[in-house]
């Protein structure tokens, strides 16, 4: 793998990844989408040994991503407003609200209580239905960004 370039004089403006103030939506984000999942562990508690909640969450988050990005980018380029949004509501909110860690985690814990159709179907079906989840944000993130003023067609 190779590093970006480091700024030269005729390039010296910091990346916009490294900007503090981008850096704090990404924060914020993170801190807001991390509540979200907690409150839903809450509201969803564990069934089976199977974290029902980390599943809805993963699949929700999934929707909710690919609606997300593809809304911004039938937008316009990733910059400004665009740029401000996607870093606090996807990578922010979205990586703080879902967890592959947990999802991980989940699974091992259903190997390890021998219950072998939950520990197989959990991974599976989160990642065959975060999948078409992601399909359907898309779908639904490019019609309402047609619908949108300024969204392109």
Partial sequence: MTLPPAPTSQNSAPRFYLRPGLLLLVFLGGALGTAARQALGMLFPEASGVLVSIFIANILGAFLLGM????LSRRGRDV???RSLRLLLGTGFMGGFTTYSA???GTMQLLRSGTMPWALAYPLGTVILGALATWCG????AKWAARSPGGRR
Avoid at 138 to 141: C, N, R, T
């Fill in 80 to 82: 400004g407003r665009r």
């Fill in 103 to 105: 999802l991980a985690t």
């Fill in 68 to 71: 997300l990005l593809e809304a």
């Fill in 138 to 141: 898309i779908a639904v993130g």
